[in-house]
Nanobody, 118 residues
Framework: VQLVESGGGLVQPGGSLRLSCAAS????????MSWYRQGPGKERELVAT????????FYANSAKGRFTISRDNAKNWVYLQMNSLKPEDTAVYYC????????????WGQGTQVTVSS
């Protein structure tokens, strides 16, 4: 399993970013995908999850109404569209898949930094 995030950066409060995660090494369309984040001095937290076919989503309260998770099963990508960004959204954002392999169930990308600051 390989997960590679991209799209992070510095954005002003109120701005938008779109994170992308390229997945490989497993049958992508069979598994739910999630985005997590870890802010400075904070524990890693779930941001959003999307079902394998994309028909069901879950959002943390902090993300509801501002973030949208989506996926492209033809291309093995998962996205996180983030709007109305706030300074408290500053964090490293991680792509996550729970896929049974010989190396375990939990698979993480390397993370992409999002900084919201004026």
């Amino acid at each position: 399993v390989q997960l590679v995030e991209s799209g992070g950066g510095l954005v002003q409060p109120g701005g938008s970013l779109r994170l992308s995660c390229a997945a490989s090494g497993f049958t992508f369309s069979r598994y739910a995908m999630s985005w997590y984040r870890q802010g400075p001095g904070k524990e890693r937290e779930l941001v959003a999850t999307i079902s394998s076919a994309g028909g069901s989503t879950f959002y943390a309260n902090s993300a509801k109404g501002r973030f949208t998770i989506s996926r492209d099963n033809a291309k093995n990508w998962v996205y996180l569209q983030m709007n109305s960004l706030k300074p408290e959204d500053t964090a490293v954002y991680y792509c996550y898949a729970r896929v049974p392999t010989g190396l375990g169930l939990d698979h993480w990308g390397q993370g992409t930094q999002v900084t919201v600051s004026s």
